[in-house]
């Protein structure tokens, strides 16, 4: 298995640092083509404004857009997440590019500005089900966005509760403030929809790879149900069918 890392600005060093402590190959990712040479990909925290930039510069977004179509797993992290959402709100003037896929609204900056930036304990229920480990994960948030709302077919794997005088929701004719906001209310954090996953904070800047193992065990799980469906493809007369790939070993988890 090859795990592309989208090399174009952010902590994607910091991923097949990870990706290696597990026994996976990462690669960086910066052209088009290169995509062809994956199975899954992950898209970085980093300033998501520049990475739109240079990502239009370089002419991703319609192959990134189309490796997403294809059902490929593709993982978001920070600015990643924001990449991913169908809807973003609190951008810069002009706004920015997205590649799309995952029914959310995502706010670019919710918690704040660099100075802004925290450390704290969420509850991954189904992270810990699948992976093992603490019940809580240590989230690295650096001016970090949040996802607002989801549709149907998207399922919420972490939430983390906001105080009352958060401001929720500010653009230059709304403002949803203190008064609108409830007494304890929370954003979501984390998300998984279909091939995609997304997470507002960090994993790649904690020495916690459960996030990582649950990234690579998704994959595996959708490239054998594409490997099945193309073993259950009618073989005509004279040709052979190489049938499904041979179960690989689980990588090991956090312990």
Known sequence: MTVGVLALQGSFNEHIAALRRLGVQGVEIRK???????????????ESTTMAKLAEYHNLFPALREFVKMGKPVWGTCAGLIFLADRAVGQKEGGQELVGGLDCTVH???FGSQIQSFEADISVPQ??????GPETYRGVFIRAPAVLDVGPDVEVLA??????NKVLYSSST???QEE???????????????????TAFHPELTADTRWHSYFIKMTKE???GASSNSSNTVVSVGETSAGPEP???????FQ
Not at 127 to 132: A, D, I, P, W
Not at 159 to 164: G, I, Q, R, T
């Open 32 to 46: 088009a083509d290169q995509l062809l040479t994956v199975s899954s990909l992950i898209i970085p925290g980093g």
């Open 108 to 110: 670019r900056n919710f």
């Open 127 to 132: 992270l810990t089900s699948q992976e093992g």
């Open 159 to 164: 939430d983390y509760p906001v105080p009352s």
């Open 174 to 176: 709304v403002q949803i």
């Open 180 to 198: 609108d906001a409830l007494p304890e209310t929370k954003v979501i954090v984390a998300v998984k929809q279909g091939n995609l996953l997304a």
């Open 222 to 224: 959708i490239e054998q």
């Open 247 to 253: 179960a690989k070993p689980d990588l090991p988890i």
